[in-house]
């Protein structure tokens, strides 16, 4: 089955403490992407890759890191993470950037 | 500033009435246009998507959507609405000359009354 999945789905933590979300897909697709969903915000881009060992900012980017050594791996790391980044965080990919995304279940940080 | 804008942050509609969502965009260029469904405790789904040609797109679930150029719009419908349509529904663009990009509107949260 074609998916998206992310690991962990919940986690809450606290300030300070570094931790990672990991995104994987199985569709061999080029482009993948972080987002974070906040109430009245709707989604906003994080990061996205184009390829491998190819990142670029997207519109929230401050407090992130991304790496993409593998294609079908786009984890998303907080070094340290801070109560403004509590959300709901997506990853999605798509065969080129530009196409239409497919969306990973989202994980649901909370840091304390 | 580039945006997009979904105008109604809550619609409530009887089933089986009829259905309009907004989105507008501000981009210069025509973008590419899609609108995506997500329902409680879900990843998002795309419903259809706009690139070139034909204004009027037909997606899943009975929605379509209609780009207007003029207006800078891309307002999505349904002739009738289904209980199991009750979600939160995007706007999303891709800006031309940036792919790599996706912006979202706010959202929208369908409410189907009985």
């Known amino acids: 089955e074609a998916q998206v999945t992310q690991n962990p789905r919940y986690l809450i933590t606290v300030t300070g403490k570094k931790l990672t979300v990991t995104c994987s897909q199985n569709?061999?697709?080029?482009?993948m992407s972080w987002y974070r969903q906040d109430p009245g915000l709707g989604l906003r881009q994080i990061y996205y890759?184009?390829?491998?060992?190819?990142?670029d900012k997207g519109d929230v980017p401050e407090g992130y890191k991304v790496s993409r050594k593998e294609k079908r791996n786009f984890p998303l790391i907080l070094e340290s993470p801070s109560p403004n980044q509590t959300s709901l965080y997506f990853c999605a990919s798509s065969p080129q950037e530009g196409q239409p995304q497919h969306f990973g279940d989202g994980t649901r940080l909370s840091i304390l | 500033a580039q945006s997009v804008t979904q105008p109604d942050i809550h619609i409530t509609v009887s089933e089986g009435a009829s259905l309009e969502l907004r989105c507008n965009y501000s981009?210069?260029?025509?973008?590419?246009l899609f609108w995506y469904v997500q329902s409680p405790g879900q990843g998002l789904q795309l419903l259809l998507k706009y690139f070139s040609g034909d204004t009027l797109v037909q997606g899943i679930k009975g929605f379509e959507a209609e780009f207007k150029r003029s207006q800078s719009s891309f307002n999505l419908r349904k002739p009738s609405v289904h209980w199991s349509d009750a979600a939160e529904y995007f706007c999303?663009?891709?800006?031309?000359?940036?792919?790599?990009?996706?912006?979202f509107g706010q959202g929208t949260t369908l409410q189907v009354k009985p």
């Open positions: 569709m061999n697709h080029e482009y």
């Open positions: 999303a663009v891709v800006p031309s000359g940036n792919t790599g990009k996706l912006i």
């Open positions: 981009y210069g260029a025509t973008p590419y």
């Open positions: 890759s184009m390829n491998v060992e190819v990142t």
